[in-house]
């Protein structure tokens, strides 16, 4: 049997075009079929090292390979699955108890509730994420997935360097050499049923990006301005620099202009919404150009709902915005499309519903450490019914 030392070399000769057919079928087979975890990481983790030295970097595919075998073995192990259940006995204990008040957590409105017939059940379960997936795509189209970075290991990119600390965040500095070059642009992905990542900019600006999102940033920010463009969730921290402005926009939709501040932006498709906890934003929407009110100064605990037609400012509960970052759903007033597209992004679900006359608000807590089964057994007292396929969450009429 050959040793881990053997297969590192298979790698290397993969990503430098040498590799045999026969090698290739025999480096399949051990990833595929004997290879450990902690082996496969490694051995990304060596991969990644060496392109700091000589500037290679290991194939996307076989990028690609590894980590989807990883994170298959993480979902279809049946022994990690125990263990997972048995640490979060805990956690269950904590749903029952939700699921024993759940009349005054989760609120049903109007007080009507319809009859349902042919109830169906939950018979499957999604843990929730318990990886980072995020992918970063640097300014040489090259990728990396951030779970294959070593807490502590430093990474020499294009335009700066990127480090991981100890305690799994993501840190860019400038690279001096590169610094007066023009703007180098990083994608941050974070795919949906991934964990919150967290990512402190080279300007000392930190994200918190939700599962189901995306951010792009340059590495150094040597412009006058400082311009990140994302999809999806993001809570911003923004340093201060009176003489820099920073700038966030989310294409077509909504542009979000501060100097030093604390705020959540949630942009999904035509419509954000902005929350600010702390300094003032402006807000602007380039389809809102021509008209009078085209931008709106927003005040703490204020938030803006940005559409195609307007610019909508109201006071907010802002603590229930943030809530995601620190571990919860928080819903208030909430209906059961808004509740179902939370739950899609961070169980990766794909929602077959199709009721848009429900009038059911939903209000309360939960933990987003919950299995999703968990979830559904407390919203199922608002008698609502769920069916589990697959990764398909099917929503009884």
Do not use: C
């Amino acid at each position: 049997m050959q040793d881990l030392y053997y297969y590192k070399n298979l790698v290397h000769k993969w990503g430098r075009q040498s590799i045999s057919e026969e090698e290739k079928g025999e480096l399949f087979t051990w990833i595929n079929e004997k290879a450990t975890d902690d082996e496969l990481l490694e051995i990304m983790q060596d991969e990644y090292s060496q392109e700091d030295a000589d500037g290679t970097v290991m194939p996307l595919d076989m990028q690609e390979r590894i980590m989807q075998r990883i994170f298959h073995t993480q979902d279809h192990k049946e022994k990690p699955v125990r263990r997972l259940w048995t640490k979060r006995i805990a956690w269950a204990a904590a749903a029952v108890f939700v699921m024993v008040i759940a009349g005054y957590m989760l609120q049903m409105q109007p007080a009507a509730r319809p009859e349902v017939d042919n109830v169906a059940s939950v018979t499957a379960d999604i843990t929730a994420p318990v990886f980072n997936r995020a992918v970063i795509t640097m300014g040489n189209g090259k990728t990396v997935y951030v779970d294959s970075i070593r807490k502590g290991q430093v990474l020499r990119i294009p335009g700066g360097v990127l480090r991981k600390s100890d305690l799994g965040d993501l840190e860019y500095t400038m690279d001096r050499q590169t610094a007066a070059a023009g703007a180098i642009l990083n994608t941050l992905s974070n795919p949906k049923g991934s964990k919150i990542i967290h990512i402190k900019l080279s300007d000392g600006s930190v994200v918190w990006l939700n599962a189901g999102s995306s951010i792009t940033y340059p590495v150094v920010f040597n412009q006058s301005t400082r311009k990140v463009s994302m999809d999806g969730e993001a809570y911003f921290d923004i340093a201060h620099d009176k003489q820099k402005p920073f700038i966030v926009s989310k294409n077509g939709v909504v542009n979000i202009e501060v100097l030093g501040t604390r705020f959540n932006v949630a942009a999904y498709q035509q419509q954000a919404k902005v929350t600010l906890l702390e300094g003032s934003v402006k807000i602007s929407a380039d389809s809102l150009q021509s008209q009078k009110g085209k931008f709106k100064m927003l005040k703490p605990g204020q938030q803006a709902v940005v559409s195609k037609e307007a610019i909508q400012l109201a006071g907010t509960d802002v603590a229930r915005h943030v809530a995601w970052k620190e571990g919860f759903f928080s819903f208030k007033n909430d209906s059961l499309s808004s509740v179902l597209r939370q739950l899609a992004v961070w169980y990766d679900l794909e929602i077959v519903y199709n009721n848009p006359d429900d009038q059911r608000l939903f209000n309360g807590e939960l933990s987003r450490s919950l299995s999703l089964k968990q979830v559904l057994a407390v919203l199922e007292e608002s008698n609502v019914s769920f069916k589990i396929e697959g990764k398909k969450l099917i929503v009884a009429p």
